[in-house]
């Protein structure tokens, strides 16, 4: 078999078999394929697209490139999560406690933030103590006791994944709905999960600007999971504005154990229920989606999912009293007001950049390397359709100076929220759902 082959048949919108896919994914790990040749295929597949048998293959072929989670001492189906990416998305936070709690256990491998999207290890971390490195007995043995634990990602996980998208992004490849998808779903199988519930993001802050392409992604993960036996369910929400109040790492953790205490923003709260909800249906653990919703709206509201939270970060070494009392979470110094530059209706805030402004405050990562500072961020103080007079404050900012560089973040998020004179319609957070 040769690669060059293998391109040519995907430029002539041929069907590779499974044989010529993990030829490629192999030989592009072991270095026999060169990147010249990778990205020559990749740059095919952007062009005549991939069918969902070459999609799951692609995906397999890279799931099984490296160290894959062997879950199977945990009882119980492993129902795994996925956002696409999100400004202030701390649905982990609050999914993890809200799932378990409802019998469904959840070992979740997740990530660190860089640019201006966050990581739930880094917002797990502005926790005193709390560990994200466990080994995998201790993961394994907290699953099986507790029903929930979150880590680091750890090991090689998806390698040829890794090397394909830096790849792809300096080949102007990353566009290709079956390349993202086996991307993502690559991931999810090395890490382990029997199913998969799947946040796909609509809108200026996301991916995906349209609906019609969240929608467009999210048939091809669920389609993936169909071909290699993962339940998956899609579920595409809004990203026309960020989730919930609060970007930054403490913030967002108060915020998310505000919502496990009923008392958090009825957004936030409609999207983990919703998202839960699928959760526990692929989990075993209810019929329908609406009995999974009662039964996830029941634990919320008895305070169980508050103390399935407590007790997790307790288990991962963690300061409990900083979920019973989120005051003790890292505070910054100063908190400076961000005013509306008109009067109006706010038609857009525009999540990127207020992921941008929160790692310029410290938030985040510029770089990979970077250190972050949990304690600072932005808080919004108004929503997408509300009404402001100039001067009205629409923000804080968390911040640990008040210099210069904080007026220039004060300026970026102001900026960041457009103001019209009449309201635009609004529309709901979660779209639609693809099963
Ligand atoms: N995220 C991924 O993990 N992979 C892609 O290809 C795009 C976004």
């Not at 490629?24 to 040749?37: C, E, F, K, M, R």
């Not at 169980?304 to 300061?319: I, N, P, T």
């Not at 808080?379 to 968390?398: K, N």
């Amino acid at each position: 078999m040769r690669a060059v082959d293998i391109i040519g048949r995907k430029r002539s919108g041929l069907e590779l078999s499974a044989e010529e896919i993990s030829f490629l994914i192999d030989g592009y790990s072991a270095g026999t394929v060169p990147d010249y040749q990778m990205a020559a295929w990749a740059m095919a597949v952007v062009f005549r697209g991939m069918t969902a048998a070459e999609t799951a293959e692609l995906t397999m072929a890279m799931a099984r490139s490296g160290d894959q989670l062997d879950l199977s001492a945990i009882t119980g189906i492993k129902v795994d999560k996925h956002s696409t990416g999100g400004v202030g998305d701390k649905t982990t936070l609050i999914l993890g406690p809200l799932v378990a709690s409802a019998g469904v256990p959840v070992a979740k491998m997740s990530g660190r933030g860089l640019g201006h999207t966050g990581g739930t290890i880094d917002k797990l971390e502005s926790i005193r103590g709390f560990r994200t490195e466990l080994t995998t007995g201790e993961f394994i043995k907290q699953v099986n006791e507790l029903g929930l634990a979150v880590v680091g990602q750890s090991g090689d996980m998806a390698p040829a994944d890794k090397k394909l998208y830096a790849l792809r992004d300096v080949t102007a490849t990353v566009e290709s709905v079956p390349l993202i998808a086996s991307s993502v779903m690559s991931k999810k199988i090395a890490a382990g999960a029997d199913a998969i519930v799947l946040d796909v993001k609509a809108g200026g802050g996301a991916f995906m600007k349209t609906v019609e392409d969240a929608e467009r992604l999210a048939q091809a993960m669920v389609a993936i999971g169909t071909e290699t036996g993962r339940h998956t369910v899609a579920v595409i929400s809004d990203m026309n504005q960020p989730l919930g109040y609060m970007i930054g790492n403490a913030l967002e953790v108060a915020e998310a154990v505000e919502t496990l205490r009923g008392s958090g923003p009825k957004d936030l709260e409609e999207l983990c229920t919703t998202l839960a909800a699928h959760m526990v249906v692929l989990g075993g653990k209810a019929q329908s989606f609406e009995e999974a919703r009662l039964l996830v709206q029941s634990k919320l509201q008895s305070g169980e999912a508050l103390a399935k939270m407590s007790e997790f970060v307790a288990a991962q070494g963690g300061d409990p009293a900083m979920v019973n009392h989120t005051e003790l979470l890292p505070k910054a110094p100063y908190q400076l007001e961000v005013k509306a530059a008109r009067a109006g209706y706010i038609t857009a805030i525009e999540a990127e950049e207020l992921g941008l402004a929160a790692m310029h405050l410290g938030a985040g990562r510029p770089t990979k390397e970077a250190e972050i500072d949990h304690a600072v961020g932005i808080q919004l103080t108004c929503r997408l359709g509300d009404r402001v007079e100039q001067g009205d404050v629409i923000a804080l900012l968390h911040a640990r100076q008040d210099g210069a560089a904080e007026s220039r973040v004060a300026e970026a998020v102001r900026d960041a929220f457009l103001i019209a004179d009449a309201p635009a319609s609004a529309r709901p957070l979660v779209l639609s759902v693809v099963t």
